[in-house]
Each structure stands twice: as structure tokens, then as C-alpha cells.
């Protein structure tokens, strides 16, 4: 399993996005900027990059240009790890 910070404004203090080797797909744990849960806020697993993205939208309700560009930023600081899907 590879984890990275998730760079989405207003939930970037403590969320991560992380590879499941397990089932081949995405997971991201979202707390909201000031929240001291110690569960998040929003938690997603996803078979695929897509279905992330959808489920992170949903889950947020973040504009999709916000959500793209955080999950793209994250996703690149997991190189040199292949993505699953």
C-alpha cells in the first residue's frame, strides 16, 4: 500500500489517498480542515481513478475542477508506484 497527502483545499490538513493492493483500487480518508475526529469525514474506496473521482465529488461537494486537480496533484506524488487501475 502507497499513501500520499491529499492536496484538496479546505480538506488538505490531515486527508490521504492511498493505493489498496488488496483489492487493486483507491482509497481516500477526507477530514475537513479544522475537524479533530479522529474518523473522517469522508471515506471512499474505489475500484478505479474515475469512480474515485465521482465518489470524492460526492462526498465533498467540492466543484469537479477542485477535486480533479487535488486527486491529480496527489496522485502524481505517488510515482514512482504504479497506479492499480
Same mark, same amino acid.
Not at 38 to 57: G, M
Given at each position: 500500500m502507497a499513501t500520499t497527502a491529499l492536496f484538496l483545499d479546505g480538506w488538505d490538513e490531515q486527508s490521504i489517498l492511498g493505493t489498496d493492493e488488496l483489492t487493486g483500487g483507491w482509497f481516500v480518508q477526507l477530514w475537513r480542515n479544522g475537524s479533530d475526529? *479522529? &474518523?473522517?469525514?469522508?471515506? !471512499?474506496?474505489?475500484? =478505479? @481513478?474515475? $469512480?474515485?473521482?465521482?465518489? !470524492?465529488?460526492r462526498g465533498t461537494?467540492?466543484?469537479? &475542477? /477542485? !477535486?480533479? $486537480?487535488?486527486? =491529480? *496533484? @496527489?496522485?502524481? *506524488?505517488? /510515482?514512482?508506484h504504479p497506479p492499480p487501475r
Open positions: 475526529s *479522529e &474518523r473522517p469525514d469522508v471515506w !471512499v474506496n474505489a475500484p =478505479t @481513478s474515475v $469512480a474515485l473521482l465521482d465518489d !470524492v465529488l461537494g467540492e466543484p469537479m &475542477r /477542485k !477535486v480533479a $486537480a487535488a486527486l =491529480t *496533484e @496527489s496522485l502524481a *506524488e505517488l /510515482k514512482p
